[in-house]
């Protein structure tokens, strides 16, 4: 009897594991918007202006070096209520590049 009951309880326990991992990974993925809503205006503020700085000047070079990097300065800065559309297309741009082969 103790090993059928054994056996019955490795599915809701599979089950339960899954629901929290997935609930992890939802949790985690918007982590990065939580920390920037809760920053200090002026914190805030300045992140976003030297981010964007970042996106109209580092990143306008064609150094495929600079790709990964320039990639998530764009994401991080579509994380602000800030980006207005010309803001998105610049981030949509640097996303989208995709690096030459070497």
Known sequence: MHGRLGRWA????????????????????????????????????????????NLKSVCTAPEEAMHAYCAEQARIALEFSECDPACQALASRQISRVPRPR
């Open 10 to 53: 490795r599915w809701p326990a599979a089950v339960v594991g899954f629901a929290g991992v997935l609930f992890l990974m939802v949790w985690c993925e918007g982590a990065e918007q939580r920390a920037i809503r809760n920053m200090p205006e002026g914190e805030r503020h300045a992140l976003f202006v030297r981010t964007l700085q």
